[in-house]
């Protein structure tokens, strides 16, 4: 099977791979989380991309976009061009895990950073026509009592950039959306764009992870259609040991019949029912 892949001359910043080249630039990525929480973020340390988390053995681990932390908080950030099930249990569980590799052992939970998940959406994930989706503990019985418990998570609409108030936030969802860019910030992402895609160790490194997926797929299909192999091997067996099971004990039915034995004695030696034994 042949795979194709995104030529690299028509990548945009919401695609995988070019938003962490430009996200490892360190102004970009702070003036992005400043745009998109409204928050004064410190001295960043080097954006992780492509993170992984699987603190057990056994646990299902965490593949992150873009993970960053100041001396306060921890972010992740995902770009998510398609809306995948269970979105907020996912948010619920990148958070945790966040959690886990967050505090070393032995540190109280006070230590815990500030965290905030984020997801920058080509579509409404709640469909209710917001820019922005800010999520926080609460009480249900007071709505004005949260449990201030440092986490949040937090949903971008990009295509609702023009109900956006902030006019540095509505540029920068504009160009996730339109790749169109109306402010500085966004024409500077705009040109380290352009100049990756003109670079070519970007380049090199794009067209080897698209072999080295294309292998690991192809493995997987190979290794698929093996194992799918033998289990019809195997189920072809058992069937057919249970086949020539079933026509053993329809012959030994038959000569005990024709021995005149009853039926309930045939029943007991063959396991045939007694309306198998009568259509022999």
Not at 65 to 84: A, C, G, K, M, W
């Amino acid at each position: 099977m042949e795979y194709t892949h995104k030529p690299v001359e028509e990548l945009t910043f919401t695609d995988d791979f070019m938003f962490g080249t430009v996200m490892k630039n360190k102004v970009i990525c702070k003036g992005v989380l400043e745009r998109l929480l409204h928050i004064k973020v410190g001295k960043i340390e080097y954006p992780s991309l492509q993170k992984t988390i699987a603190p057990f053995y056994e646990s299902k681990g965490i593949r992150l976009d873009v993970y960053v932390s100041d001396p306060e908080r921890i972010f992740d950030i995902e770009i998510q061009t398609s809306l995948p099930p269970s979105l907020p249990k996912r948010t619920r569980y990148y958070q945790s895990l966040m959690d886990v590799d967050n505090l070393l052992r032995g540190q109280s939970y006070a230590e815990l950073k500030e965290s905030y998940v984020i997801f920058i959406c080509t579509q409404d994930p709640f469909n209710k026509g917001l820019p922005v989706y800010t999520f926080r503990n609460v009480c249900s019985e007071d709505g004005t009592l949260f449990l201030n418990d440092k986490s949040y998570k937090v949903f971008y609409n990009v295509g609702a950039y023009g109900k956006e108030d902030e006019p540095e936030l509505s540029a920068l969802l504009q160009y996730l959306c339109e790749r169109r860019a109306t402010s500085g910030f966004t024409q500077h992402i705009d040109e380290l764009v352009e100049k990756a895609k003109r670079n070519e160790k970007f380049r090199s490194w794009y067209m080897s992870l698209n072999i080295r997926e294309d292998d690991l797929r192809m493995a997987g299909e190979k290794i698929g259609f093996e194992r799918g192999v033998a289990a019809g091997i195997r189920r072809g067996r058992r069937d057919g040991i249970a086949a020539g099971s079933y026509q053993k004990a329809r012959e030994t039915a038959k000569i005990l019949s024709d021995m005149q034995m009853s039926l309930e004695v045939i029943t007991k030696a063959t396991g045939l029912s007694e309306a198998e034994i009568k259509k022999l």
